[in-house]
């Protein structure tokens, strides 16, 4: 039996790779770290509270078993924690957690001064002096869980979104930080959580902010005289929802009165929803004291959509305007669009709106020149997908086995020329061009390459094949 707490590690991890899927592996297994073995504990690091949670829920009789099978039967597995969420220590520290034991691990207690006085607090949204029940929660009730699809590309926000909304304040996702790029569902998450609390919880007042409008009404407040009406109108919410808060980098001002609300709000066991464009390592101008806060909970990105996702997001639109299109008409749309869905529901609405006016029937090529007027300027990249669907269709194959790592002549062939296209026209890495194309290596992507390129200096046919593949992929 070793010894070594990192081979005993490894050999858990081996085990733990078999039994769960890769997404899962990646996302609560990889970050841990082994840090001592002792008699027969091993003791396990783990980035944050909410971790150690989630592996307890989730993963305890798989990792028993493991414990059992490379510790023997009093093995046994101690977690220690990163807490970030300490005011006054800058530096992480650890606590030893055993599997037995669930016992959450509270928060540093603080204190800070507040003066509750007991005059009407101005409402920065409406007139000074309303009273907290009238809050006009600002959701859009379209932006629902239920027009919300599920995709591998944001399952972990949803789910913890979810858990959110269903005991606000009461889970360890607080804050709860959504980051993802541009267009790709952060406001539409953000109401979704705000409209289910408001269906399960009327009581709770609920409120969806951007941080743009919390800045204007901070520097009305500042000019005005009422920055502590500012702040005593925000401390009275029990959910507050900050849209986009990279807008506060460089306003330090606008942070700090942001920092005591948050601070007030987290301790009075309030949940706070936040989103940014941007991971909160990445974003700049921002106080590291906020920066610190904002990792307490759970972040958790917003990828851009799968191809799948992308045509369960267009059919909801349509189904939901009661519009037809041609299958082959979304699917060139889902396409095509691959890193936005706002600009994927522009494009669809724009070709509703330009057949309906011009009375044609919405067709393919109509499609096609729509599409390269709506994302001219937006240097459009072909999607790996759409060079593979164009490659099958051309050779007559089916898309499944040029995924497949079968090595039948043809398909291999097949399969190299849009390994080769992949490469020649998207900013893809070779190892991701393998993962989509059969799960091959970047090695077997470079000789791909290589081979096409040979073939097309001294096979004529081969040539043909190339050039008429090439004018169908520009003309998308
Ligand atoms: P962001 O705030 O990240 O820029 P939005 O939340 O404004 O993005 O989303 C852009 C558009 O895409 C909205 O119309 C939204 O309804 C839609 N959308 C985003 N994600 C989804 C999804 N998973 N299912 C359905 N519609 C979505
Ligand atoms: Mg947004």
Redesign the pocket.
Known sequence: MSTDQNQVWKNCIDIIKDNVSMQAFKTWFEPIKPVKLEKNVLTIQVPSQFFYEWLEEHYVPLLKRIIRKELGTEGRLEYSIIMENNFDNANPYTVKVPTTNKKAIKNPAVSMPLDMSDNPIRNPFIIPGLRKLNIDSNLNP??SFD?????DC?RLARSAGFAVANKPGGTSFNPLLIY??????????SHAIGIEIKNKYPEKTVLYVSSEKFTHQFIDAVKNNSVNDFSHFYQMIDVLIM?DVQFFSGKEKTQDVFFHIFNHLHQTGKQIVL?SDKPPVEMQGMEQRLLSRFKWGLSAD?QT?SLE?RIA?LE??MYADGIELPKDVVEYLAYSITTN??EL?GALISLIAQASLNRKSITLDLAKQMIDKFVKNTAREVSIDYIQKVVCDYFDLPIELLKSKTRKREIVQARQIAMYFAKKMTKSSLANIGLHCGGKDHATVLHACRTVNNLQETDKHFRKYLDDLEKKLNIQ
């Open positions: 379209n932006y027009n919300f699809i599920e995709g944001n993802g790029g541009v267009g790709l569902g952060k406001t539409h998450l849209d989103t917003l959509p996702t997001i909801k639109k869905i706002r529901e």
